[in-house]
């Protein structure tokens, strides 16, 4: 019967700690970049919840007639500009992806005008919802950044 011999076990294993300790060090600008990515994925209510929160407060003027986290839409009810009395506004938000992405991120609005017949459908006002895009995006960016900063 033969036995292991304790002493080489022993010496193997402090080896590869030390080898382990050595390599902790190595990478740590790549450790930085990975858990910014891993940040741009939070995901605990199944959407991006940087793009979740920036897109209710870029909202948060608009009455709100469905919120879905899990799903990642926001409809906003019509919303009435006290400055433009005879146009209303009705916006949706679908978050797509898990990812802080641009392309995760699918905004429409849609406008009426009141007419001699009532409210009638009219075009969106041009760069109406890029404008919206890049706020929403913006703020995500923003609370990134400060979850980031505050880790």
Do not use: Y
């Not at 019967?1 to 022993?10: I, W």
């Not at 600008?29 to 407060?57: H, Y």
């Not at 506004?89 to 009141?114: E, F, H, N, P, Y």
């Not at 995500?140 to 880790?151: M, P, V, Y």
């Amino acid at each position: 019967m033969v036995l292991a011999r304790p002493r080489h076990a022993t010496t193997v294993a402090v080896i590869a700690l030390a080898a382990l300790g050595l390599l902790a060090g190595c990478g740590k600008k790549d450790r930085v970049r990975t858990e910014l990515a891993q940040a741009t994925k939070v995901t605990q209510i199944g959407v991006n919840s940087f793009l979740w929160r920036a897109s209710l407060e870029t909202l948060k003027f608009m009455p709100l007639a469905q919120v879905d986290s899990n799903g990642g839409v926001i409809l906003t009810d019509w919303f009435n500009n006290p400055q433009l009395p005879n146009e209303r506004v009705k916006v949706s938000v679908a978050i797509l992806d898990g990812a802080l992405r641009a392309d995760a991120l699918q905004v429409s609005a849609t406008r009426q005008t009141m007419g001699a017949a009532g409210w009638v459908e009219a075009p969106v006002r041009a760069g109406t919802v890029q404008k919206l895009e890049e706020a929403i995006l913006t703020r995500a960016r923003e609370l990134r950044q400060a979850a980031a900063g505050a880790n």
